[in-house]
Structure formats: C-alpha cells, structure tokens
C-alpha cells in the first residue's frame, strides 16, 4: 500500500513551539494507524512571503511550492496557537493566500495550543468554521492543548484525545467507518465553565 500524502501546517512562532510538538504528536499519531508521507509547513519561515503575497498578488517561489503541497495533500492536519480568543493572524494568512479551493473535500484534523484552557471553545468558534467555509472535511474530534495539559494527570487526557483524533482521520484518508468510540461523560456547560476556572 502506498503512503498517503499528509500536510501538516504549523502557525507556531517560537523555536521550539508547543504548537509543533503538538503537530507532531498528531502526525506520529496518524502513522501508526495509515502509512503516510508527511509534509511539514512551518509558517514562521513563510510569514514575509505571506505578506509580499498580500501585496504584490503573487506566491514566491518558496511559499507557492507549500500551498502546492498542501492542495496536493490527501489530508491535512492544521495547528495554530490561540490570540484574543481566535487563531493567529499569520494561521488565517496562509490559507487567504490559497486557493479558495484547494481544501474542498479534504479530510481536515484542527488543533490549537494556548495558555489557559479557558480558550479551548476558540478550537470550535473559529478554527473549525474556517475550515468548513473552506468546504474541507474537518474531523469531529479538535484537539486543544493548554499550557497544563503537557504534564502531570491533564498529559493522559491529551494523548486520549490525540488518540480519537488521530483515528478519525486515519479512517477517513483510509475510507474506514469512523471507529467506534465509547461514549464521553456529559458535562453541563455550567459545569464545563467552572472546571476550566472562569
């Protein structure tokens, strides 16, 4: 079986960045499942491009070969960080500059980082809209890492949720049925609220 094509774009600004080793974890995630060819897009090295792009109408060369790769990509798994409540501006950038559509159809697994888990609900108010406007196929399982959630007893619950997420988007670049996945506690949003300190 050939690998599958997958893009993997990451908006994260430092070196090193909890944004990339989120993206990473996901990726490694995805391969254990469906044998894939990775395609790394750092965007902090394009962000000059992005913005010459914006002004000129024009991709240099270096920043027109990864919108290439990932219109070309089978499936994508995009991570920003988390501004204000919403994704970053250079995240939003990269994908105005594409074309309007190259992720029409594509299997799409959304994350993002931030501080506080307080901004985790951005994941779904912002990150995921903008994928389905893009018409892309975004996977239901987002995956949010806040600062917290790299160590002690919040790092198991991030590895469950990379998990799912991960499985989703093997299934759909592999034409599987999602897998089965045992149902979640329900927890009320006043009790959601509470939990995440606001």
Do not use: C
Request: hydrophobic letters at 45%; zero cysteines; a negative charge.
């Amino acid at each position: 079986m050939s690998a599958y094509n997958l893009a993997v774009v990451s908006a994260g600004l430092t070196n090193p960045s909890s944004t990339r080793l989120l993206a990473d974890r996901l990726t490694d995630a995805v391969s254990a499942r469906v044998p894939v060819e990775p395609h790394v897009v750092e965007l902090r090295d394009h962000a000059r491009d992005i913005a010459d792009n914006f002004i000129t109408g024009f991709a240099p060369p270096a920043l027109s070969a990864e919108l290439d790769a990932v219109a070309k990509a089978d499936a994508l798994i995009a991570v920003t960080p988390i501004f204000s409540a919403s994704y970053s501006g250079l995240f939003k950038s990269f994908f105005d500059v594409g074309e309007p559509t190259a992720l029409r159809g594509k299997p799409v697994l959304i994350a993002a980082t931030g501080g506080t888990p307080r901004h985790s609900l951005a994941l779904e108010h912002a990150v995921r809209p903008l994928f389905a406007y893009l018409r892309a196929v975004v996977m239901p399982t987002g995956v949010y890492a806040a600062s917290q959630d790299w160590g002690g007893e919040d790092a198991a619950e991030l590895a469950r949720r990379i998990d799912r997420a991960a499985a989703e988007l093997a299934d759909a670049l592999s034409g599987r049925p999602a897998s089965a996945e045992p149902e979640e506690e329900f927890v009320p949003f006043d009790e959601l609220l509470r939990r995440q300190g606001q």
